[in-house]
């Protein structure tokens, strides 16, 4: 089994901490690190796929709308100054999002002036424990993603 599909297990068990809400494709999951306050993940409920064009057209606009909605409740709960989307896939085949609440200077000294995308931060500090936050953060977290989805659903 994959990463995406264990903490899919644990959030149908009720054992996943980061666990949001879950939507009509995905689940919405607050990111273990937080280097980049606001990281959100939106992850695809079957593993069968691993490419956005493999699924059905309707499948599709589904997924890609409610990924859109996450970010803009991320956006509004986080207060970024712009939304960064990753697809990527090679290290978990899985289908899911990665969205970036980011900030000028969330990258300084690692870019231009503090701006440029999120793997020009190094990794090992992108996802060091430091960056975890505490049960209170992250309940605090999720709490305010929850509010501004069900705002928009």
Request: proline share 4%.
């Amino acid at each position: 089994m994959c990463l995406i599909c264990d903490r899919i297990e644990m959030i149908k068990k009720g054992s996943n901490p980061y666990f949001v809400k879950e939507l009509k494709t995905g689940y919405v999951v607050i990111g273990d690190n937080q280097h980049f306050y606001g990281y959100t993940l939106f992850l695809y409920k079957n593993h069968e796929k691993t490419e956005l064009f493999q699924l059905d057209m309707d499948e599709r606009k589904a997924f890609l709308e409610e990924m859109s909605i996450v970010a803009e409740a991320a956006a509004n709960a986080f207060g970024p100054e712009k939304m960064n989307y990753e697809l990527l896939g090679m290290g978990d085949s899985h289908l899911h999002w990665h969205l970036y609440p980011r900030r000028k200077g969330d990258i300084d000294n690692y870019g231009n002036n503090g701006v440029g995308p999120v793997w020009w931060y190094p990794m090992e500090k992108m996802y060091s424990d430091n960056n975890r936050p505490s049960k209170d953060e992250l309940d605090k977290m999720k709490e305010r993603l929850l509010v501004e989805l069900e705002k928009l659903i």
